[in-house]
């Protein structure tokens, strides 16, 4: 049977719950160089346009083996699935952080249980934008891990040390919520199964700093009845500049029978933006049984107007012309006198 090989990268990103908070994939960290890891578990730089920064990173082997590694910096994302935190390949085009920092050692050997501190600059250009421009340190582990069987998948690993770099110069929060939906899941039968529904939505944002954003989701019905109000949590804890995350929230128990709208309400560090959608929900059987309805009542319309056209008509008589044939005109003689003129 072919072999379909497919790489996939795997990126550790997010801090795990331990003292050190260095980003681990139990085989290997990355974290910067400072007096304790604790206390600086991210790199955070400022630095103002065509300025150049100067910092160390980490790489810590886990594994009594000694280990290769490629290091190079990379542009931060958030991912389409569900707006986490991720950076680039290092096969993909950078345009910010991954251009701007340069390792001093694209490619290093450690030693089992042993450690290598790696110097980088950070060279911001002139013409940079203000604001926040993600990003990370990537220690990627070039072996392919390539699997058996009929389908194999080749996997590599890598970790990376985020690091969040804020340009000087204006900035502006903002966000929006954008193209809100909602789709309902409704029972055969009215009153015969859970019914419920599905709001997604995009949350974009079109600011220039990293924010932490909070949604707020409100539905109301008829006669403007509270349906629903929570705040979510299903979102990214971090939506960075420029981005833009397409999210749903699941709403068990939404109405069978109701006309309204659905509101969400996306706030975070001094900006707040509005967007809603309105919503019919209708059983099934309902529906089929009004279109059954209307589709006969148009039925019996169109006949009920057409025998009435043909009550209208008159009729043609048993010997008379019928209607709209000439009738014929008989001319009687002008009658003569038969006495003679008098004289």
Known sequence: MRKLYVLLLSLLLTALATPSHAADNGSWSVYPVSGSVAERPYFYLFADPGQTIEDKVVVVNKTAEPMTFRLYSADAYNTARDGGFAVRTVK???????????????????????????????????????????????????????????????????????????????????????????????????????????????LHNTGNLTLNPKVELRATGLFGRTLLARDLTRIPSELLPGQRVRLSEPWKGAPQLDWGEVTLTASAEDTRESAGASFFALPWLVAVVLLVVVAVGVVLLIRARRARAGSRRPRRGAGGPAAGEPRAVRREPAAVSSRAPRR
Do not use: N
């Open 92 to 202: 993909e085009k950078m345009r910010g952080v991954g251009v701007w920092a340069k390792p001093a050692k694209s490619r290093i050997k450690v030693p089992g249980h042993g450690k290598v501190t790696v110097p980088f600059t950070l060279k911001v250009p002139d013409g940079a934008e203000p604001g926040d421009h993600p990003g990370a340190i990537v220690a990627l582990d070039e072996r392919v891990d390539r699997g058996d069987g009929s389908v194999a998948l080749g996997v590599q690993r890598a970790v990376a040390a985020r690091l969040y770099l804020r340009v000087g110069g204006p900035t502006l929060p903002a966000i929006s919520v954008e193209d809100v939906r909602v789709a309902h899941h409704q029972p055969l039968v009215p009153g015969f199964g859970d019914s419920a529904a599905t709001v997604s939505y995009t």
